[in-house]
């Protein structure tokens, strides 16, 4: 009985964890969608530089160059914007590769498994419920003055100082002032209106509201234009080189203003979420996601070089350097324009959050693995009206209460770890034989399995996709003296092997970084030996990496020098985290803990790629094989579904034997079941 027991046991966290391992299998209707395919490349552009450009750029170059780099911000906005544009590649290829809502969440699912997708959603709805009121880059390390501490607080806040605080002094002695800590000064009643109004505006349908997002994203960038060309007219070469030059606070302060620069970029990742309405999305997304990218790095390099050039850094206004700028030279019409596109910049970062995070939720429940009303899509709009009214009415009330001020890491925590998942899973993908559903979906063909027609596979593809599909995920010629050490893993299963391992050596060398700078800079022997232990381990999995064949059939847009550039996009997204506050990994975990409940209670028993096979069936199967390496297109859950081709066996093939009631073995034998 005991043995029994164990058996049953072994049995049950097997299934456990083949279903949180299950990967979500595209299907030949990829393109279909009950939403509204209308998003042209130009609308797909300019949401993504909406998103991306709010307010901050009025507020943060100020802040950044008189407090962290001086005239040095100029270097920490581009080593910023290319750190970004790193994950901005890995997003793009799967924009071409899975046009689909959901962004990361989708990704994940496809090439990881569903508990980190799962993991990855619940905390994109994070980042956008608490990004909606954030201008996505302010640092809560940064002191400021009148700190921006969320969009639609921002947005109402300008507006209040536009109107010399009548507002918020109404507001006050008609029901007082909050004394909680989270809690903001007093209700705002005004931010919780704007949510509102522009839930409400998003829920006539996509095309209107993108023509209305577009049209604020012109404005905002023509409002940069004209402080980019008075700045520059007014420039003064001095202010870069007298006093302590262009580097007041050293090569260190460059990297500290990239650092808080980074979040400046945070909202690309609405351009993926918008695949499923894009017209085209193969080419609108890669295009959209490196046009957007270099737009708002640019514009940012050119507004903080202008600011710094018109003044010099010490006498930079950390609250409003724009509009004092221009002041000291006699122009204070800049305060308006400048209010007008930081209005319009808040704006569209709002649209954007406001935008993502219903088709987020839209996608996760799609798959069963959120509350299946959420999955519901209006027809008449084509869009998910109930997640919008859900996602507008939340953000109204925390925008209404809540000073989220302190939360503003709690945001950067899933953003970073969603930048670090997909830059992983453009590996494994890339080294991953695809199943005939993904060869038939990408163009390469399909594989026939008629022996009375054809001799073996044979791939209705041009020569060189068929040499792709048979090698992708195995060995090179030229590498198989790495035969004795992984020959024997399953294809592709190396592959996501060595990322997880580069993953975790990334972390533990971001630690030592952190915690043991002084020891390395002085030279301890132990130090320094250990950090050459980790970087020889992560040569080592770049190593395995390099000595497989990729598979790049079907892709429009590919991420070029994989697998270094998304290795490198993982290094930094680790270092950044592991920068973050204690307190930060606290309430990720709170927020975690939650989301586990909800999928171990909900969405692991509703999912639309559960196992058909009871779990009876699978406690009564004796030679049920074990689950397959991570990542690996072995599989012994599901019987995979099968292409048209493959449906009527074939005439050389072994029936399917039959179900009777004193037969223990699997209803289908394994060496059936096509690999």
């Known amino acids: 009985m005991p043995s029994s027991r164990r058996k049953i046991l072994g049995h049950v966290v097997t299934d456990l964890s083949s279903k949180m391992n299950r990967t979500k299998k595209l299907g030949a209707d990829i393109m279909e969608t009950p939403l509204n395919r209308?998003?042209?490349?130009?609308?797909?552009?300019?949401?993504?530089?909406?998103?991306?450009?709010?307010?901050?750029?009025?507020?943060?170059?100020?802040t950044v160059a008189k407090e962290i780099a001086g005239p040095g911000i100029v270097l920490s906005f581009l080593l910023a914007g290319m750190t970004s544009l790193l994950a901005a590649l890995c997003y793009a290829e799967f924009g071409t590769r899975i046009p689909k809502a959901g962004s990361a969440y989708v990704y994940t699912y496809i090439s990881v498994g569903e508990f980190w997708a799962f993991v990855i959603g619940w905390n994109i709805i994070l980042e956008h419920m608490i990004g909606m009121y954030f201008n996505n880059i302010i640092i809560s390390k940064i002191k400021l003055k009148l700190i921006v501490t969320s969009v639609a607080r921002?947005?109402?806040?300008?507006?209040?100082?536009?109107?010399?605080?009548?507002?918020?002094?109404?507001?006050?002695?008609?029901?007082?002032?909050?004394?909680?800590?989270?809690?903001?000064?007093?209700?705002?009643?005004?931010?919780?209106?704007?949510?509102?109004?522009?839930?409400?505006?998003?829920?006539?349908?996509?095309?209107?509201s993108a023509m209305f997002n577009s049209l604020f994203t012109i404005v905002n960038l023509s409002v940069m234009i004209l402080v980019i060309c008075g700045g520059?007219?007014?420039?003064?070469?001095?202010?870069?080189?007298?006093?302590?030059?262009?580097?007041?606070?050293?090569?260190?302060?460059?990297?500290?203003?990239?650092?808080?620069?980074?979040?400046?970029?945070?909202?690309?990742?609405?351009?993926?979420?918008?695949?499923?309405?894009?017209?085209?999305?193969?080419?609108?997304i890669p295009i959209a996601t490196i046009v957007s990218m270099s737009l708002v790095t640019l514009?940012?390099?050119?507004?903080?070089?202008?600011?710094?050039?018109?003044?010099?850094?010490?006498?930079?206004?950390?609250?409003?350097?724009?509009?004092?700028?221009?002041?000291?030279?006699?122009?204070?019409?800049?305060?308006?324009?400048?209010?007008?596109?930081?209005?319009?910049?808040?704006?569209?970062?709002?649209?954007?959050?406001?935008?993502?995070?219903?088709?987020?939720?839209?996608?996760?429940?799609?798959?069963?693995?959120?509350?299946?009303?959420?999955g519901s899509v209006n027809q008449k709009t084509q869009v998910p009206l109930i997640n919008l009214a859900v996602s507008g009415l939340s953000s109204a009330l925390i925008?209404?209460?809540?000073?989220?001020?302190?939360?503003?890491?709690?945001?950067?925590?899933?953003?970073?770890?969603?930048?670090?998942?997909?830059?992983?899973?453009?590996?494994?993908?890339?080294?991953?034989?695809?199943?005939?559903?993904?060869?038939?979906?990408?163009?390469?063909?399909?594989?026939?399995t008629d022996d009375s027609s054809q001799s073996g596979a044979e791939l209705a593809s041009p020569q060189s996709d068929m040499m792709e599909l048979a090698t992708a995920g195995?060995?090179?010629?030229?590498?198989?003296?790495?035969?004795?050490?992984?020959?024997?893993?399953?294809?592709?299963?190396?592959?996501?092997?060595?990322?997880?391992v580069f993953t975790c050596f990334s972390t533990a060398l971001c630690i030592q970084l952190q915690f043991s700078s002084q020891e390395l800079q002085t030279g301890v022997w132990w130090t320094v030996l250990l950090a050459a232990f980790f970087i020889i381990c992560l040569a080592g999995c770049l190593l395995v990496i390099v000595a497989h064949e990729q598979n790049t059939i079907g892709l429009r847009f590919k991420v070029p020098l994989v697998p270094l550039i998304p290795a490198l996009s993982i290094f930094c997204n680790v270092e950044l985290m592991i920068h973050l506050q204690a307190l930060t990994w606290v309430r990720f975990i709170v927020w975690m803990a939650l989301g586990l409940l909800v999928y171990f209670l909900y969405g692991i028993h509703h999912s639309k790629e559960s196992d058909p096979v009871s779990s009876y069936s699978i406690l009564m199967t004796s030679s049920e094989a074990g689950k397959g390496k991570w990542g690996s297109m072995h599989s012994t859950g599901p019987v995979p579904i099968l292409s048209p081709s493959q449906e009527k066996p074939a005439p050389s093939e072994k029936p399917t034997k039959e179900i009777s009631n004193d037969d223990n073995r699997p209803i289908v034998d394994e060496e059936e079941i096509p690999q």
Not at 480 to 494: F, T, Y
Request: include cysteine; charge should be negative; hydrophobic fraction near 50%.
């Open 154 to 208: 921002a947005w109402s806040g300008y507006v209040d100082s536009l109107a010399g605080f009548a507002i918020s002094n109404a507001t006050v002695s008609a029901v007082g002032e909050m004394h909680e800590q989270l809690l903001g000064r007093y209700p705002d009643f005004l931010a919780f209106a704007v949510c509102i109004v522009y839930s409400c505006l998003l829920g006539i349908g996509v095309k209107g």
């Open 474 to 500: 195995r060995l090179k010629p030229n590498f198989h003296w790495l035969s004795p050490v992984i020959g024997n893993c399953e294809p592709g299963g190396a592959v996501s092997g060595a990322v997880f």
């Open 399 to 448: 925008a209404l209460v809540f000073d989220l001020e302190k939360l503003v890491e709690f945001m950067s925590i899933g953003t970073l770890l969603a930048y670090t998942i997909v830059s992983a899973s453009v590996i494994i993908l890339r080294y991953r034989p695809p199943t005939p559903e993904e060869a038939a979906v990408f163009g390469a063909g399909s594989i026939a």
């Open 299 to 374: 514009g940012y390099i050119l507004v903080s070089a202008a600011l710094t050039l018109m003044e010099p850094y010490y006498d930079i206004s950390a609250t409003a350097a724009l509009p004092e700028a221009f002041s000291h030279i006699g122009h204070n019409w800049a305060k308006y324009v400048v209010s007008i596109g930081a209005l319009c910049g808040m704006t569209t970062t709002l649209f954007g959050s406001l935008f993502s995070l219903p088709r987020c939720m839209y996608a996760m429940a799609a798959d069963g693995l959120l509350f299946s009303f959420l």
């Open 38 to 62: 209308c998003l042209n490349t130009i609308d797909i552009t300019l949401l993504g530089v909406g998103h991306m450009v709010g307010a901050g750029i009025y507020v943060l170059t100020g």
């Open 232 to 284: 520059f007219y007014y420039a003064k070469i001095e202010n870069w080189t007298a006093g302590k030059g262009f580097l007041p606070f050293g090569f260190s302060g460059v990297l500290a203003g990239a650092a808080t620069c980074f979040y400046a970029f945070v909202g690309f990742d609405s351009i993926a979420t918008s695949g499923e309405e894009a017209k085209n999305p193969s080419v609108s």
